[in-house]
Structures are given as C-alpha cells and as structure tokens.
C-alpha cells in the first residue's frame, strides 16, 4: 500500500513539475504586435524576377533585447534601406520604421500577359527564435494605400498571417535534440492580376499581321508563285523575331506558355499556307487554273477559322 502511495506521490510530483515548467517557458515568449502600410509597389521585373517594395512598419514590445533595429531580418531581399526610425520606451518599446526592400521573387508567366502574381514579404528577428518572441498582428486600418496601384495591375487579395518558419539546422546548438530551430515570422501576401489586354495587342499585333500578311498570299493569283513564296517566308521569319524580343524581358521557363503557344500556332499555320501555296502551283503546272483559284478559297476560309478559333480558346483559357 505504501508502495503504491509513494508511486502516485511521484507521478503527482512529476505532472505538477512538467506542468509549471511548460508554463514557465511560455511566460518567456514576449509578443511583438507587428503592423505594416504598404505605401508602393514598383520595378517588377520578370528577366531579373525581383520587385521593389516600401512600406511603414511598426513593431510594440516589452523585451528590449529584441533591438529590431539590428536584429531586423527580411528573408528574400536582395537589399534592405531604411530612410526613417524612430523609437519610444516609455512604455515598453515602440519601434516605427520606413523601409524599401529589393525583394528576390519567382514569377509564374505560364498565361503571360493575363498572369496572376503573388509578392511575398516576411519579417524576422535574427536573433530570437520562436522560444522567445512570436509575432501577433495590429490590424486596426488599411495595410495598404489604395492609390499606390501599379499601372496595368489589380490588387486581388492583400493578406497578413503570423507562422513560424523551420531551419533544419540548429546553427551549431548543442543543447538541441535535432538540428531544429524554429523563427516566429510576420508574413504579407499580395495577389495581383494584370489588365492585360493593351499589353497583349500591344505584345502579340506584329505576330497576327505577319499571319494576315501570309494570309493574303491565297488573294494572289495562284501563278504568282514569287510572290505567294515570298511573302510567307518572310511572315514566317516575322513571327520567329516577334517571339525573340518577348523572350528577351520574360525568365526563363521549361513549361510551354501562352506565348509559346501563340507563336508556335502561328507558325504551324504559315507553314499551312505554304504548303497550301506548292499544292495550287502543282495544279496550275497541269493546267487546272480553276481548280488551283477554288482551292485556295477552300484553304483560306478553312485556314483562317481554325486559327481564329484556337487563338480565342487558348486566349479565353489564359484569361479565366
């Protein structure tokens, strides 16, 4: 009986133990009540995949060994300035800052120029991980202003979260079980949609008047073999130079993209007509004028339905 009075004594002793010292390291943790105002968004650039951001941050705080002036960090930027700080300690800490970022980003151009884009920022504390300091988010106002609107885009969604970001390492620890270490970090997610269709006109008019240009050669009399040649060879190195200088300001992809699809249709349909071309020339060489005038009209509208039509699907598609 005594045994077992003494075995129950340590358990009871244990769980109380387990149970002050979890709340003791909870008491640790400080809460920093983070916000942001987004106040511009600029120099997006798909070929160097980075965007320039500024903001106003501020950050309230009673541990005044967080020092988010040295211990700031913001992962993904490629250079960080700060124009204003400014702080208060009369009760606790208040920490106001002004801040541009270069921010590195990948860029989903798979529907380019109807792309939809996420920007990413994230805000650490070097120094303190998720033992010592979590984020929570001051939500009071707009977190971004309105009139900052970047010319061709549309802000769909601008969300703040608070998460915790694993490092598998334990930056040399050794009182660590694993190599572990947890940051508390404050996220903003920014979704934009491009009001693309000046773009695209804009982008894509040289490729559909190289086609037109192509096009017309079954408007010329089909023993006009020079020039029916002629003018779709040329469409066809119109079209290949029109996809270079997109090419030329987009990343680089392994996934085929609606502007790979444009072009490559285009110039699966310029070699259409020129085959259509030697076929009428083959029946004007034996002497069969009014079947080769009657083939090409047949090509023609046949040609230019199918081409009008699978621009508007692989373009509506683009789009919704």
């Not at 995949?49 to 705080?61: A, G, H, R, S």
């Not at 991980?129 to 769909?156: E, K, V």
């Not at 040399?172 to 997610?189: C, M, Q, R, W």
């Amino acid at each position: 009986m005594k045994n077992k009075l003494l075995l129950i004594g340590l358990f009871i002793a244990n769980f109380l133990s387990y149970h002050f010292n979890s709340l003791a390291g909870d008491s640790k943790k400080d809460t920093v009540f983070t916000g942001i105002y987004v106040t511009g968004v600029h120099g997006i650039d798909f070929k160097q995949k980075e965007y320039t951001i500024d903001f106003w941050l501020w950050l309230k705080y009673k541990n005044k060994d967080f020092d988010f002036i040295q211990n700031l960090e913001i992962p993904q930027a490629k250079s960080i300035s700060k124009s204003f700080s400014t702080v208060d300690t009369s009760n606790g800490v208040y920490l106001l800052l002004k801040l541009q970022c270069v921010m590195k980003d990948s860029w989903k151009i798979g529907n380019f120029p109807f792309d939809r884009q996420k920007l990413r920022l994230s805000i650490e504390n070097s120094q303190f991980d998720s033992r010592s300091l979590i984020f929570a988010p001051d939500t009071l106002g707009q977190h971004y202003d309105r009139r900052f609107m970047l010319s061709g885009w549309n802000i769909d969604s601008f969300n703040i979260t608070m998460g915790n970001r694993v490092y598998e390492t334990g930056f040399g620890d050794p009182g660590l079980a694993k190599p572990h270490t947890e940051y508390s970090n404050f996220k903003v997610a920014i979704v934009l949609n491009r009001a693309a269709m000046g773009l695209f006109w804009k982008i894509f008019l040289g490729m559909y008047v190289a086609f037109l240009i192509a096009y017309t050669c079954f408007y010329i009399h089909a023993d006009g073999i020079d020039s029916r040649f002629g003018l779709s060879v040329g469409s066809l190195f119109a079209v290949i130079g029109n996809k270079y200088i997109i090419d030329s300001s987009l990343p680089e992809s392994t996934s085929f993209t609606l502007v790979d699809t444009l072009h490559g249709l285009t110039l699966f349909f310029i070699f259409a007509v020129i085959t259509c071309t030697a076929y009428a020339l083959k029946l004007v060489k034996q002497g069969r004028i009014k079947d080769a005038n009657k083939f090409d009209m047949i090509a023609a509208q046949t040609l230019l339905v199918i081409y009008v039509g699978l621009n508007i699907y692989f373009i509506h598609d683009a789009v919704s």
